[in-house]
């Protein structure tokens, strides 16, 4: 089945550190974003992707810092620098050209204490 | 800019009642439309798109109609079930942006 996988589902870390939160994709699709959702918010976007080895940063970027070395895969690190990081992370996708619909990937909640 | 405005909620109706969530948008160019559905503890899915003006997107029973003239796309069901219980988000994109606008989210309690 073709889809977004991120993992973990649950992850807990100790203020301080840096933790990466994966999201791959095998639909094949360029693009590929981060967004944050805290509790009763809606989504701000992190980071985007519209290609291979190139990103753009989104409306709440300071503290985060993502790859893109590979179409399938856009791994975000969460850095000691992020202020207030826990929250529920989500991951989507979409062919490119800013008109498709986005496929999203299932989240990551992080929790650092 | 670009911006999306959804009403607030949280919406509470009992279970065969009629759906109204209402969405207004404001973009620099001519957009194309979204629904998304989020369950909790999940992420979000497509719930149903249009990509013009007058088009009518329309999926599981919910519809909306994409209105040039009032810049809204409201999302309505005619008889909503406790299965609908969630969060929806409207959301636009524009085609040279790459990015999405999405709103603040209405939650939607269905009571049986």
């Known amino acids: 089945d073709g889809g977004i996988t991120q993992s973990p589902k649950y992850l807990f870390r100790k203020e301080g550190q840096n933790v990466t939160l994966s999201c791959e994709q095998n639909?094949?699709?360029?693009?590929m974003y981060w967004y944050r959702q805290d509790p009763g918010q809606g989504l701000r976007l992190i980071y985007y992707?519209?290609?291979?080895?190139?990103?753009q940063k989104g409306d709440i970027a300071e503290g985060y810092s993502v790859s893109r070395e590979k179409k399938e895969s856009f791994p975000l690190t969460v850095t000691s620098a992020q202020k207030n990081p826990t929250a529920f992370y989500l991951c989507?996708?979409?062919?490119?050209?800013?008109?498709?619909?986005?496929?999203f990937g299932p989240g990551t909640r992080l929790t650092v204490t | 800019g670009n911006s999306v405005t959804q009403m607030e909620g949280p919406v509470t109706l009992s279970e065969e009642a009629f759906l109204t969530i209402n969405c207004t948008y404001t973009a620099t160019g001519y957009p194309s439309l979204f629904w998304y559905v989020q369950y909790p503890g999940e992420g979000l899915q497509l719930l149903l798109k249009?990509?013009?003006?007058?088009d009518k997107g329309s999926n599981k029973g919910f519809e909306a109609t994409y209105r040039k003239e009032t810049t809204s796309f409201h999302l309505e069901k005619g008889s909503v079930q406790v299965s609908d219980s969630a969060v929806y988000f409207c959301?636009?994109?524009?085609?040279?942006?790459?990015?999405?606008?999405f709103g603040s989210g209405t939650k939607l309690n269905v009571k049986p």
């Open positions: 992707s519209q290609i291979v080895n190139d990103f």
């Open positions: 959301a636009l994109s524009l085609y040279n942006f790459n990015k999405f606008y």
């Open positions: 639909l094949n699709h360029d693009a």
């Open positions: 989507a996708s979409s062919i490119g050209g800013g008109s498709d619909e986005q496929y």
């Open positions: 249009a990509t013009k003006a007058d």
